[in-house]
């Protein structure tokens, strides 16, 4: 569409009335249709998130309706009680966030955090890094813990900076996307910093519904999650569970919160109160909703199971045909996989040839010689992975990489097929099958 034809406002309405003249008189000229600038095709989002989602939460995502109708109290009440079960607590509070992941961790962060309070930050990458950064901002007394380069936290490290510094809050994330590293010791550290009297708040942005997490069980006290990974949602929605313990923390706060968007208690009048705090994101709710109503209709068990298999399954071939994971296994998270780039591969140039040729999108690093794969929600379906293995294995080929993909294609196929036999007999098993929160009543 090209506006340079239009007649200018002022060439209509005439220029001798000057205080009605627009600064900008004309809109931007040559503007292309959204159908000209995304591709015909769109990209497999095979990356570190965003990823693929289900038809159901794309289309609830296209609905609008009144943020306080009746509707909306019913969409928001099946939302907090599904919650409850992907979160595994019967307790928590569930707040909703219009914003990205990010934002769910300062609405946890800064709602349990006052000037001045020590706090013990958990750092094994970029996002556990913005952690730190975030309770430093808000004048918290930052202790950071880096963790070497590739590994995990060990819970007897976190009980001995928990009886130094004697921290109130404790900040952790389970899976950290950008070194690929998996905090699995995560019920352990909550037991110490309980002992302590500390909070623990974990980021399980990458991680929710794809593998274990029992908010209650374990004694976590906030738990904050996007919705673009695990859930296979849409990004711009996020979620913060808080604990009882936590909730009253909130509430019984001395300082005042200098955020206001973020304040856990307003957010409160909306998510349980059924009023007005920002008219929320309904199209984003909308799709969360169905998001976590498919989690639901899976069940967590089947779920973490179709991802771990998926996942090794992808692991197996790379490793099948010659490449090497960035992490080892006891470390490794499975839900975004670190793959070492050859020599003299560059993560840009195969990352623009696996979108170009092969239309799959993988994702580079925050400085490591890696690229990654991500192993979330939709992504962990067998043909997403097949295209996904395919993509990468070829056109590292292309660009001079010795791989052997044949050999890598047919371990996959190997693994993915016994996937598929197991989820067979898994989706026999009881629903919520060894865990301790039934499944909301959703039908
Ligand atoms: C572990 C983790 N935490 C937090 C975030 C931040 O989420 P967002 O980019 O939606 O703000 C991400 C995003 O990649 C993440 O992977």
Redesign the pocket.
């Known amino acids: 569409m090209d506006y340079q034809n239009h007649q200018s406002p002022t060439a209509i309405m005439g220029s001798t009335d000057k205080g009605r003249s627009l600064r900008v008189e004309c809109p931007p000229s040559a503007i292309r249709m959204l159908s000209d600038i995304l591709p015909d095709e769109p990209l497999l989002m095979m990356g ?2 965003p990823v693929p989602i289900p038809a159901a939460v794309a289309h609830a995502n296209s609905i609008v309706i009144n943020h306080l109708g009746d509707a909306m109290v019913a969409v928001v009440e099946q939302v907090k009680s599904m919650a409850n079960y992907v979160f595994q607590s019967d307790t928590a509070r569930i707040l909703g966030v219009a ?7 300062e609405m946890a962060v800064a709602n349990l955090l006052e000037p001045d309070d020590k706090c013990l930050c958990i750092c094994n990458g ?3 890094g ?1 952690l730190a950064e975030m309770a430093t901002r808000l004048g918290a007394d930052v202790v950071r813990h880096t963790v070497a380069e590739r590994e995990s936290v060990a819970a007897e490290a976190v009980t001995r900076l928990l009886e130094k510094h004697n921290p109130k809050v404790l900040t952790i ?6 070194s690929t590293v998996c905090n699995r010791q995560l019920s352990l550290i909550c037991e110490a910093a309980r002992k302590h009297g500390c909070l623990v708040i974990v ?5 929710l519904s794809t593998m274990p997490l029992q908010m209650e069980d374990w004694g976590v006290d906030a738990v ?1 999650t ?4 695990g859930l296979s949602s849409i ?2 929605v ?1 979620l913060v569970a808080f604990s009882e313990r936590a909730w009253t923390k909130r509430r019984t706060r001395k300082a005042d919160l200098s955020h206001w968007c973020l304040d856990a208690q307003l957010a409160d009048r909306f998510w349980y109160g059924k009023s007005y705090h920002y008219t929320a994101p309904v199209s984003g709710v909308l799709a969360l909703h169905e998001a976590l109503r498919l989690v639901c209709q899976e069940t967590l068990p089947v779920r973490f199971h179709r991802h771990k298999r998926s996942s090794s399954a992808l692991q197996s071939g790379i490793e099948a045909c010659g490449l090497k994971l960035y992490v080892d296994t006891e470390h490794r998270l499975d839900s ?1 996989i670190g793959i070492c780039l050859p020599d003299n591969i560059e993560a840009a140039e195969l990352m623009k040839y696996t979108s170009d040729r092969y239309r799959v999108e993988i994702s580079g690093s925050f400085g490591a010689p890696i690229v990654r794969i991500g192993q979330m929600g939709e992504q962990c379906r067998s043909h997403n992975v097949f295209r996904a293995f395919h993509a990468l294995g070829s056109s590292l080929s292309a660009l001079g990489a010795k791989v052997d993909v044949p050999t890598g294609m047919s371990t996959l196929e190997r693994s993915l097929a016994e996937l598929e036999q197991s989820l067979a007999v898994s989706a026999q098993l009881e629903p919520a099958d060894d865990l301790d929160h039934q499944l909301p009543h959703t039908a």
């Open positions: 570190a998130g914003g990205p992941g990010s934002a769910a961790m970029y996002f556990s913005r994330v389970q899976g950290e996307t950008s980021d399980a942005v990458c991680t904050i996007g919705g673009q990974k990004p711009g996020s975004v």
